[in-house]
């Protein structure tokens, strides 16, 4: 019986191999070098196994598991498709355990992270500052699969969540069969420590392989952790080559994240890349009254001057922002109860000492870095990253020169606004301004018209 089951499986595998080449246009020295090595280990109603002798057979054979899947319902008449499996020869013992009678297996300890409902991408702000992460944003999310991997990086609190959680909400309300997955990089850590403890890795991986949008957020956390790195790149593999889209979020670029695989580096680096910045005064303003909207206050019930403070002091991130306001409510609960316009002096009030300023103009840290980023054609993020090019070097030790003269902030804050560098590094930067200043010309001419440009806003 055994000996007539495998002559079948040998025929209809040799029929396939005719196919692909006949009928899908597949060249003869592919399906000699990679299909015919493979063979049809099992083949039932629902699906067929394949077995193949190497990585890269499986690999190929693996990407065309949709053109093999109609390719047998042709060959054999069927009328509801097929699920096809690829492993290696030596992954077989694995595949024997998987009976016809064996219970489906619960997927549903891999769950989701759930994806919050407003995160959308008509209520997400846009200015300067993230005009093009949303932008790429929107595209993955209208075309998914073109641009793989989307990757965005930025500080916390800028938005990037936000943007992965409204390309999910999006996808799943344009088509609702569409399986979207989103995860931090930790909890995607803890599943396959998990998966490997309970003997469901294999289990863990088809289940990943099944979906057609994986959003992971904070993909830093995976630096160091070896076999989450296997993982994740075969998964990563298996969803690109399938068409699926991958979007990414991080604190930081690809090259900047320590303890990441060169070959994850180089995949991330394949696709699209967006920075979100810091938000400028305009941008900061339109999600203050957001916020404030979706607060259940009305625009004119704050003194415009306060709102105006708050979006100028605290535009270092949406989290910020959102901090402020709630400080502001509750301060005007307390000490303004008669329900009146929240007024300038009681957000003045509620924010003393916390804003990031030291004069009446609204001039902040984050103002002159975007002057200075401009001015030489950079971005807020290059600036305060670790990057040590003598261009961005440059800029942004005049950056922390300005901050110290235009704001005479303590060193130690300074070296906060700078990605937490030590006040020693910022002493250091700002008497080489000095220096240079008085012994080249150009250097004091550029210094001085950033200087300008500030000031004259």
């Keep these: 019986m055994t000996q007539v089951k495998d002559q079948y499986l040998i025929e209809v595998w040799n029929q396939l191999l005719q196919y692909l080449h006949t009928n899908r246009n597949i060249e003869p020295e592919i399906v000699n070098n990679f299909y015919k090595p493979c063979e049809l280990h099992s083949l039932t109603n629902e699906k067929a196994v394949i077995t193949a002798p190497n990585i890269v057979a499986k690999q190929v054979v693996q990407s065309q598991a949709d053109v093999i899947n109609h390719s047998l319902m042709d060959i054999l008449d069927l009328e509801r498709p097929l699920l096809v499996e690829v492993y290696q020869d030596s992954e077989i013992p694995s595949v024997s355990q998987y009976s016809e009678s064996e219970q489906p297996f619960d997927e549903s300890i891999f769950k989701s992270t759930p994806i919050q409902k407003d995160r959308t991408f008509d209520n997400f702000v846009v200015g300067d500052c993230n005009r093009e992460s949303q932008a790429a944003a929107l595209a993955c999310a209208l075309l998914p699969g073109k641009f793989n991997p989307l990757f965005i990086y930025g500080n916390s609190g800028l938005g990037k969540t936000h943007l992965l959680m409204a390309i999910g909400n999006y996808v799943m309300k344009a088509d609702p069969t569409k399986k979207v997955y989103y995860i931090e990089s930790l909890k995607f850590v803890e599943m396959v420590v998990n998966s490997i403890a309970n003997h469901n890795i294999d289990a863990f991986k088809k289940f990943m392989y099944?979906?057609?949008?994986?959003?992971?957020?904070?993909?830093?956390?995976?630096?160091?952790?070896?076999?989450?790195?296997?993982?994740?790149?075969?998964?990563?593999?298996?969803?690109?080559?399938?068409?699926?889209?991958?979007?990414?979020?991080?604190?930081?670029?690809?090259?900047?994240?320590?303890g990441l695989e060169d070959r994850l580096i180089s995949r991330f680096n394949?696709?699209?890349?967006?920075?979100?910045?810091?938000?400028?005064?305009?941008?900061?303003?339109?999600?203050?009254?957001?916020?404030?909207?979706?607060?259940?206050?009305?625009?004119?019930?704050?003194?415009?001057?306060?709102?105006?403070?708050?979006?100028?002091?605290?535009?270092?991130?949406?989290?910020?922002?959102?901090?402020?306001?709630?400080?502001?409510?509750?301060?005007?609960?307390?000490?303004?109860?008669?329900?009146?316009?929240?007024?300038?002096?009681?957000?003045?009030?509620?924010?003393?000492?916390?804003?990031?300023?030291?004069?009446?103009?609204?001039?902040?840290?984050?103002?002159?870095?975007?002057?200075?980023?401009?001015?030489?054609?950079?971005?807020?993020?290059?600036?305060?990253?670790?990057?040590?090019?003598?261009?961005?070097?440059?800029?942004?030790?005049?950056?922390?020169?300005?901050c110290r003269k235009l704001l005479d902030l303590p060193y130690i804050k300074i070296g906060d606004e700078f990605g937490g560098r030590d006040h020693t590094t910022v002493i250091s930067a700002c008497t080489k301004v000095e220096k240079l200043i008085q012994t080249d010309t150009l250097f004091a001419a550029a210094v001085n018209e950033i200087e300008s440009q500030i000031k004259s806003y």
């Excluded at 994740?232 to 699926?244: A, D, H, P, Q, R």
């Excluded at 979020?249 to 320590?258: G, L, V, Y």
């Excluded at 535009?315 to 008669?338: C, K, M, T």
């Design 210 to 258: 099944s979906l057609d949008l994986l959003l992971v957020d904070d993909i830093q956390f995976i630096a160091g952790k070896e076999k989450s790195h296997e993982i994740f790149f075969t998964i990563y593999n298996e969803l690109v080559s399938n068409g699926k889209q991958i979007c990414l979020a991080s604190d930081r670029q690809p090259k900047e994240i320590k």
């Design 270 to 402: 394949s696709g699209l890349s967006v920075g979100i910045d810091s938000p400028e005064f305009e941008t900061s303003l339109a999600i203050l009254k957001m916020k404030i909207k979706q607060s259940g206050y009305g625009i004119d019930e704050v003194d415009e001057e306060g709102l105006s403070y708050i979006a100028s002091n605290f535009s270092g991130n949406v989290r910020d922002l959102e901090g402020a306001w709630n400080r502001v409510l509750f301060y005007a609960i307390q000490f303004q109860p008669d329900g009146s316009v929240i007024k300038f002096e009681t957000v003045m009030s509620a924010l003393k000492n916390q804003a990031v300023v030291s004069d009446k103009t609204g001039l902040s840290p984050k103002k002159i870095i975007k002057t200075v980023a401009d001015y030489y054609g950079l971005t807020r993020q290059q600036i305060t990253s670790k990057t040590r090019t003598k261009n961005i070097a440059n800029a942004r030790h005049i950056s922390i020169y300005l």
